[in-house]
C-alpha cells in the first residue's frame, strides 16, 4: 500500500524542463516513464517538434510562461544554463541542471551564493551501476589502499557549437572522482589538444595520493569509456559505459573476475532520483557546491593546458 501511494505521488509531478534538444528528449521520455507531466520550455521548431512528439504536456517559449510546477530541469545549451537556472530558482523551486553547472566560475559562484539548496546537478555517472560498484570495492579496501583513477573518454567529433569538448566530457570524469574517492583533487597539471585554437581534448592530472588521471578527446580513432581503480593490492575497472559487469583483480590474479552490475540506464537513475526529492526523499547526488568545484576544476585544468 505505502509503495503504491508513492508511485501515486509520482505520477502527479508537475515537473518543467528547458530545453528539448538531442539530449533533452531523452530526460523527457524519461520523466514521462516515471510518470510525471512535463512542461517544456522550446524555442526553435525541431525543439517544439521533439516536445510534441515526446508527450509534454505543454510547450511554452519562455521560463516565464511555464505553469506552475514543483521542480524543473535545465537542459539547454552550457552557455545559457546560469540565466535560465536563476530564472527558474527565483520560483522558489528545486532545480536539476545538466552538467557542467555553467562554463564559467563567476556564474557558477553566484548561482551558489542564491541557491539555497535548491539547486542540483545531473552528474550522470554519479548514478552509473557500474561506477557505483567501483566506489564500494575502493571504500572496502579489498584490493588495498586506493592508489589512484584513471578515466578514459576519447572519440571521434564534437556536435556542441557553444562549448568545447573538454567543458562537455571533463565534467564526467571529476564527478566519477568525487563519487569513487569522495573528493575531486586539485590540479596538478594538464595538457590539450587545439584545432583552431580551441581545445579538441585534455590529459589532466590532479592530485597526489591518491592521484587522478584524465585521458579526453575528441579526435580520436576510436570511441572508448574506461575507469581504472588502481589500489595497492591490485585493480578493478568498467571497461564501457554499457557494460554489464566490473572486472577487478587482486595482485597474482591468473584472470579477472566478472561483478555483475545492473544496466539500466543511470539517466533514468538520475531523474529518478529527483522526482523522489519532490516527494520528499533524500537531495541527489550533485550538490550545488560540489558542482561549483567540478566549474572551477576545469577551469584550472585548462588554464594549465592552454598555458603550454
Sequence with gaps: MQRERVRRAIREKQIGLAGCGQWGRHILRDLRALGSEVHVV???TESRRRAEEGGAASIVSTVQELPEVEGAVVASSTITHAAVTEELLARGIPV???KPLTADVAEAERLLEIEDGRLFVMDKWRYHPGVQALAEIARSGELGRVVGLRSTRISWGHRFDDVDTVWIHAPHDLAIALEILGTVPPARSAVG???NDSLTGIYAFLGDDPWVAVDISATAAERRREIKVVCEGGVAWLADAYADHVAVAPAGANEPEQRAVSTELPLLRQLRAFVEHLDGGS???SSAAEGVE???????LRALALAR
Excluded at 567540478?294 to 584550472?300: G, K, L, N, S, T
Design 283 to 285: 537531495p541527489p547526488r
Design 96 to 98: 536539476f541542471v545538466e
Design 294 to 300: 567540478i566549474v572551477r576544476r576545469i577551469a584550472e
Design 42 to 44: 522550446a524555442r526553435s
Design 193 to 195: 589538444e587545439r584545432a
